[in-house]
């Protein structure tokens, strides 16, 4: 895997989801040890990202459809990666595992908010049944230290509503799969709009948003999304879905101004060296 990146950062967590078997729901809930605020009555929490730290994580989260938007007001790229609270654990304690990059075997990822380039704010809608789940940011600092490790964690749980919500309107369809991502749906065109995320793989990718700087290429996008934390931009980095399995229900809302965009997802060939699987498009001025 890439030395950097949002799964690729997280080279430690992408060996053992890879092995391990998936689980369909985490623990039951208890409270989250974060320095949280609570939203009460809504199923829309705006989280700030700082370097290095969460604010605004929800303590207590109704179940079902639920919006996360996270504000990056740090000076590094961040992400909201979710991760489902694994038997045996207290949120507490999978938090402070996170940070010592301890690791349990039977850890699972939940749909999160992939990369945002500072100053920007990204929108994922996910449907989360009850439990307990934490939140890292897998990034790598310039150092090479994972954020998470720098202390930006946290947790929350869900606790089981009657009302679970409702999926947001989608205007297209991304769907990841072994050798391409396919795109489906009416065209993009500039305005807010909502892509329903899939994966078909039983293993967890991540999805990622990028948007080209003026002059530069695909590659050039692709090889500083490689090498983020040390060469500089050929693209924005707006978001996208973390953390994706077969079956996770998440969509991504994002302003879509005219220009090239590139959604990517990471890879690995058969000797392990890293890759991406990527698909670009035009959205066109009004």
Not at 105 to 118: L, T
Not at 168 to 185: C, F, H, Q, R
Not at 256 to 270: C, E, I, K, R, W
């Amino acid at each position: 895997m890439r030395s950097t990146g949002s799964i690729a950062a997280i080279a430690i967590l992408a060996i053992t989801l890879a092995a391990c078997p998936s689980k369909d729901r985490a623990k039951p809930a208890v409270a989250a040890p974060h320095d949280s605020i609570v939203a009460s009555a809504t199923r829309d929490y705006l989280v700030t990202a700082t370097d290095y730290a969460y604010t605004g994580l929800p303590v207590h989260a109704p179940s079902g459809w639920v919006t996360l938007r996270l504000a990056n007001r740090g000076s590094e790229q961040h992400m909201l990666g979710v991760l489902a609270v694994p038997d045996g654990y207290t949120p507490a304690m999978f938090v402070d595992s996170l940070m010592h990059q301890h690791i349990p075997q039977d850890v699972k990822g939940w749909a999160g908010i992939d990369v945002v380039s500072p100053g920007d704010t990204a929108v994922v809608s996910v449907y989360f049944p009850p439990g307990e789940y934490a939140v890292g940011c897998f990034v790598k600092s310039p150092d090479g230290t994972l954020h998470v490790v720098k202390g930006m964690a946290g947790s929350f749980d869900v606790v089981a509503a009657s009302d679970t919500g409702s999926a947001p309107v989608s205007d297209a369809v991304a769907t990841m799969s072994g050798n391409g991502i396919e795109l489906t749906g009416a065209p993009l065109t500039s305005g807010v709009r909502t892509l329903r995320v899939l994966s078909d793989g039983p293993h967890f990718r991540d999805f990622q948003l990028l948007k080209l700087l003026p002059g530069r290429s695909s590659q050039d996008a692709l090889r500083w999304y490689a090498n983020r934390a040390t060469i500089a931009p050929a693209a924005t980095a707006i978001g996208g879905v973390s953390g994706m399995y077969a079956g996770q229900k998440a969509s991504m809302t994002a302003n879509f101004t005219s220009g090239s965009y590139v959604m990517l997802f990471d890879v690995q060939d058969a000797r392990g060296h890293p890759g991406f699987v990527h698909r670009t498009f035009a959205v066109p001025e009004r």
